[in-house]
């Protein structure tokens, strides 16, 4: 081939368009990780929906977003070069030109919709078999307990009768539930694997969801709140823990200090520090105002899985793959050499399985260990005494719970059944499955 010819070849190739931008393959996942949060049918600020391709056509209260084939008179492009203000994504850095030349291609080209399905509609979800639960927690009066189920958060009477109320959310995946102390919001952790992370801050008496922050591009995992409720934090896969304004859901910062995932976060009493534990197996005390490392808690030993501190003192219990819990004062001495472990206080007895979730009495008195092995453990910590085992289980169980007055124990996990029992002698008060199950029988799964 003669260089003239190599020449012409080029200039041709350089004057074919690029391939048009698609719906589903380009504009979709901005959607998805820069927009969602706010615009999604749980949340549909200005009356916008941008989880399918027929909310965002239809667009909020201003009428549809965009107008095919003209991006400059579209109100999204609008709200995204700030001609029309806010501008969006609120609050957050512009999208990179990049991304705004994309959407206004889009829409120049014809605005086409080529998604296979609008799959991510919100749809009150169908159970066929009890799904794994993997979070629970009791309302701070007592009444009700909020159970973590498919893409929702089901509140349930303590009776377990029909659940009163479901909170459907975009997130597949709850996998921490957290009340507020006066019951007024109900922080849902959680996400959609490899697609989104998400806090969700709902008003559980009405099933209203008033906030949600999209954090990464997986799930989060150990979400807390402080206990003056100023700030929330959940661990992710991308080795961090992200800390959230609770009033605002506005990501205050991240602090990347791990090597490996983070599953657990719990705050100090003063809510002036908080601890992240992850499969690094490192449990790192953190300044919670500024997000400065401060020390680690413990020596490594296991991956870390859970964290539960004493409700009155800085004092924490954690525990994993080693399957030993292991009890900790929060802070070491300024002047301690690295291998002292004298701030370890107490190692409670060995677990028959991985340890995956951890409680610590609102009254102070009993540790819960949870995990891998079918029985929850309820321990003295002043003494390390093991004062009872609460059986039932068929496998594995990945939450538990005490009630505010310490009187009751719930459990949850792989068999997707609710178990309450008395925390004193570990007596089943009742168990119930809380996913509302369809009738008929699964497909391939004859009786
Ligand atoms: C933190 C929440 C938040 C995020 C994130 C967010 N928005 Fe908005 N959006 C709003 C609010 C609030 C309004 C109403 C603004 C106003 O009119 O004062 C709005 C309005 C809009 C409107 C106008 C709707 C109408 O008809 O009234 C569009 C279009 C829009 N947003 C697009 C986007 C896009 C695209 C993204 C992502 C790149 C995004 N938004 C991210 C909160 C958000």
């Known amino acids: 081939m003669s260089l003239k010819t190599l020449g012409i070849i080029l200039l041709v190739a350089a004057n074919l368009p690029a391939a048009a931008p698609s719906f589903s393959r380009d504009i979709q996942p901005i959607l998805q990780k820069k927009c969602q949060g706010c615009h999604q049918p749980a949340s549909r600020m200005s009356g916008l929906d941008l989880t399918t391709f027929d909310g965002f056509s239809k667009g909020g209260t201003r009428g549809p977003a965009f107008v095919m084939e003209r991006p400059d008179d579209s109100i999204v492009v609008r709200y995204l070069t700030a001609t029309l203000q806010p501008r969006m994504p609120l609050g957050e850095p512009a999208l990179p030109a990049s991304e705004i030349a994309l959407v206004r291609e889009w829409i120049r080209d014809g605005a086409k919709n080529d998604s296979p399905t609008e799959t991510t509609e919100l749809r009150t979800p169908v159970y066929l078999q009890p799904p794994v639960i993997t979070a629970l927690r009791f309302s701070p009066d007592g009444s009700e307990i909020a159970v973590s189920g498919n893409s929702e958060v089901l509140i349930h009477g303590v009776d377990g009768t029909a659940p009163l109320r479901r909170l459907t959310g975009s997130a597949e995946r709850i996998l921490s539930l957290v009340y507020s102390s006066d019951g007024k919001l109900l922080i849902a952790g959680g996400g959609t694997p490899a697609q989104f992370g998400e806090v969700q801050i709902w008003d559980p008496k009405s099933g209203k969801l008033l906030r949600s922050t999209r954090l990464t591009g997986d799930t989060v995992f150990g979400t807390s709140l402080s206990p003056d409720e100023s700030k929330i934090a959940a661990g992710g896969t991308d080795n961090s823990v992200h800390v959230i304004e609770t009033a605002s859901g506005k990501e205050l910062y991240k602090i990347s200090n791990h090597e490996n995932w983070v599953l657990a976060t719990v705050f100090g009493i003063d809510s002036k520090r908080l601890v992240s534990a992850s ?169």
Not at 293 to 308: C, D, Q, Y
Not at 328 to 344: H, S
Not at 384 to 389: L, N
Not at 427 to 434: K, Q, T, W, Y
């Open 279 to 447: 499969g690094d197996r490192a449990a790192k005390l953190i300044d919670a105002a500024s997000g400065a490392f401060l020390e680690n808690v413990n020596l490594l030993r296991g991956e870390l899985a859970a964290i539960a501190r004493n409700p009155k003192k800085d004092v924490v219990v954690i525990g994993g793959a080693e399957r030993l819990p292991y009890i900790y004062l929060l802070d070491r001495p300024r002047n301690m050499k690295i291998a002292d472990d004298t701030t370890l206080v107490r190692t409670l007895e060995r677990q028959d399985g991985a340890i995956t979730a951890l409680d610590w009495s609102p009254d102070g008195k009993r540790i819960a260990v949870a995990g891998a092995a079918p029985s929850v453990n309820l321990y003295d910590p002043e003494t390390g005494e093991k004062k009872a085992s609460c059986k039932g289980h068929e496998a594995g169980i990945y939450a538990v719970a005490f009630s505010e007055d310490s009187s009751k124990l719930a459990t949850g996990g792989f068999d997707g059944k609710v178990r309450i029992y008395s925390t004193a002698d570990c007596a089943l008060i009742r168990s119930f499955v809380p996913a509302p199950l369809s009738a008929g029988t699964p497909p391939g799964r004859p009786q």
